[in-house]
């Protein structure tokens, strides 16, 4: 499975941004997608994951209420939808794949792939 991100940027407080990750290879529907960040001179993070067969999501609290993440199955893409930005959010996203019977871990090690990442960084 390959994943490229993208759509991070330069936003202000309060602003959104929509992260988008594009998945391709045979067996993408077999995996779960995850979005983590990781904040300067800080561990990567969980923010939050998605099932591609239905749909079921999950989030850190730190973004519950204020990020969504969903997909287009026909696109093979899933997308970041992130409201009301804090400074706090500012870090490099990266998306992930993990094998679907792991279910919506939120452990990166048990994340196979990654994306490259996507800078956000949200001023004051």
């Known amino acids: 499975v390959q994943l490229q991100a993208s759509g991070g940027g330069l936003v202000q407080a309060g602003g959104s941004l929509r992260l988008s990750c594009a998945a391709s290879g045979r067996t993408v529907d077999s995996y779960n997608m995850g979005w983590f960040r990781q904040a300067p001179g800080k561990g990567r993070e969980f923010v939050a994951a998605?099932?591609?067969?239905?749909?079921?999501?999950d989030y850190a609290d730190s973004v519950k209420g204020r990020f969504t993440i969903f997909r287009d199955n026909a696109k093979n893409t899933v997308y970041l939808q992130m409201n009301s930005l804090k400074p706090e959010d500012t870090a490099v996203y990266y998306c992930?794949?993990?094998?679907?019977?792991?279910?919506?871990?939120?452990?990166?090690?048990?994340?196979?792939?990654w994306g490259q990442g996507t800078l956000v960084t949200v001023s004051s």
């Open positions: 992930a794949a993990v094998r679907s019977p792991y279910g919506l871990t939120w452990s990166t090690s048990r994340y196979e792939y």
């Open positions: 998605i099932s591609w067969s239905d749909g079921t999501t």
